[in-house]
């Protein structure tokens, strides 16, 4: 009986290898194995290889040829997605393992525009080289996120990436100008003209972000770039409770200009972080609830600071500040370091939820009691976003596929009026619940718009939508 899987792959490898050079077309286990695993350690399935294009062109070439096989893709850019959209799932058994392909070759990087404050960014272009290039240039860019060292402009983009300054400048899709993407067909799609204004009917380039790789693979995009703030305060708040820590946000929305993060956690976490980081104590005692503040402006905030906590009626209430970066990345430390110290402890269970800022704090007590009926003896560690109202909800001790606590977790969330994801996506993860935060005839919407843009189920199939074929039918 001949290998014909074995032979098929073999003719797809030297024709990948054809368009992108053999360098670029991993097929040995020990290389793919990193992109088949995800940040969580959570999410993994096996791909037939990886190929990493460089150009655009190059892009379009792979697209064609797997399309044309039917081979599904799965793209990936620094694979610090939270959802398992990055990496393949089980195998389909009429097409086999995905191809996983690896935008870290599209890492060029344009000039600084600075009368425009635009920048034009490959897709492979980490935040951190961004964030670099933009301050080189007396800018700043606007998102900013604890994985900005591997997190890429393509991945931020499909997944409408939040981060610490979305109540300041909004998310991604915010700073998005327009995209060049390459369409399941392998048809180059490109708006990277910077146009500020253009109504020239459906803006592709938004329809793209927040798609997490379901309806193009993008390969480049005009970004928005910001002045830089220069004088940047941080402190943190040991408060008794997050209806204390939602009080502080809302003076300090009211009464600060540069006010630009809020960001809460819990004893249990600061407790987590200090131990696993073997950090001092930032305050001299414990409390129940912290909430990381941001101000960054062109002035000094101190005034508008003193002003706005003379306002502060919260009692039981301790303060650390930094004025200086390093005293400023020290306390963001205690923030920061959640997600690293939850992952070294189990594989969590990650839910990242929003609520209307008005009931985040009855949420916080309800979260709390429904995941300690529904697994007795698992570790809860919440922490967020307190200006959006998105709070991230790990679970650690239910194996890796008991979804028990997330469905209660889910429920509990649309019950109350959130939705299910606040900014990390759908991905693998959570396809099962996508009906609890979108009603049917938007689920429909969706899948006639990834039918029309995707007829063939190339590209991430089982990511956000599941079953996309039977739409055909
Ligand atoms: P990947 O993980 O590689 O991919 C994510 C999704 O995008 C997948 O579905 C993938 O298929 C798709 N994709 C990737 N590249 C492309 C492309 N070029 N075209 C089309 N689709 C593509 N997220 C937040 O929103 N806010 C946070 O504060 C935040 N903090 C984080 C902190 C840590 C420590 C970690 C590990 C993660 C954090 N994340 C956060 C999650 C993650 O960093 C973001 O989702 C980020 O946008 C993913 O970028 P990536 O390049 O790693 O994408
Ligand atoms: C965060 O805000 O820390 C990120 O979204 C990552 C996470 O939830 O672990
Ligand atoms: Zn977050």
Redesign the pocket.
Do not use: R
């Given at each position: 009986m001949p290998d014909t899987r074995g032979l098929i792959d073999r003719q797809l490898e030297a024709d990948l290898a054809a368009v992108t050079g053999p360098a670029h077309v991993l097929v040995d286990s020990d290389l793919r194995r990193p992109y088949e695993v995800d940040?969580t350690r959570r999410f993994s399935g096996p791909s037939r290889m990886v190929v990493r294009p460089g150009t655009v062109a190059e892009v379009s070439q792979v697209i064609r040829l797997l399309a044309g096989r039917d081979v599904p893709l799965?793209?990936?850019?620094?694979?610090?997605?939270?959802v398992g959209?990055?990496v393949p799932g089980q195998p389909d058994p009429g097409r086999g393992a995905p191809v996983i392909l690896s935008?870290s070759r599209l890492s060029g990087l344009g000039p600084v525009d600075s009368v425009s404050a635009q920048v034009t960014a490959g897709?492979g272009v980490t935040l951190a080289r961004l964030q670099a290039a933009a301050h080189s240039a007396g800018l700043a860019f606007p998102v900013d996120?604890?994985?900005r060292d591997?997190?890429?402009v393509?991945?931020?983009?499909?997944?409408n990436?939040?981060?610490?300054h979305v109540l300041r400048y909004g998310p991604m899709r915010a700073q998005v100008l327009g995209v060049e993407a390459v369409l399941a067909d392998g048809t180059v799609i490109s708006r990277l003209s910077g146009l500020v204004k253009d109504n020239t009917g459906y803006d592709l380039s938004q329809l793209v972000v927040g798609s997490?790789?379901t309806l193009?693979?993008?390969?480049a995009a005009r970004l928005r770039l910001v002045g830089e703030k220069p004088q940047r305060i941080v402190v943190l708040f040991g408060l008794p409770d997050t209806t204390s820590a939602l009080a502080v946000v809302d003076i300090f929305r009211r009464k600060i200009d540069g006010f630009q993060a809020a960001e809460l956690f819990y004893d249990e976490g600061m407790e987590l972080v200090i131990e696993h980081g073997s950090l001092s104590r930032p305050l001299a005692d414990r409390h129940p609830c912290y909430l990381t503040v941001e101000i960054a402006s062109l002035e000094d905030p101190t005034p508008s600071l003193m002003s706005a906590l003379e306002d502060l009626d919260v009692p039981d209430t301790a303060t650390a500040v930094a004025i200086d970066a390093i005293g400023a990345e020290r306390l963001w430390a205690y923030r920061e370091r959640h997600?690293?110290t939850v992952s070294a402890l189990g594989v969590p269970h990650k839910l990242d939820v929003t609520l209307p800022v008005s009931s985040l704090a009855d949420f916080e007590k309800e979260v709390r009691r429904e995941v300690a009926s529904v697994h007795p003896g698992a570790r809860l560690i919440l922490w967020g976003h307190a200006g959006d109202g998105n709070l991230h909800v790990n679970v650690i001790g239910p194996a890796a596929d008991d979804e028990g606590v997330d469905d209660a977790v889910l429920h509990l969330v649309a019950s109350m009026h959130g939705s299910i994801s606040a900014?990390?996506?759908i991905?693998r993860a959570k396809t099962r619940w996508l009906h609890l935060s979108r009603s049917d005839s938007e689920i429909a919407t969706m899948r006639a718009l990834k039918f029309a843009l995707d007829p063939g189920d190339i590209l991430?199939p089982g990511?956000l939508l599941t079953d996309q074929r039977l739409t055909a039918d």
């Open positions: 940040w799965v793209l990936q850019g620094g694979n610090t997605g939270l959209g990055s935008t897709a996120l604890a994985a591997s997190a890429t393509g991945g931020m983009i499909a997944t990436a939040g981060g610490l997490e790789g193009a693979v993008v390969t997600t690293e900014e990390h996506g991905g991430n990511v």
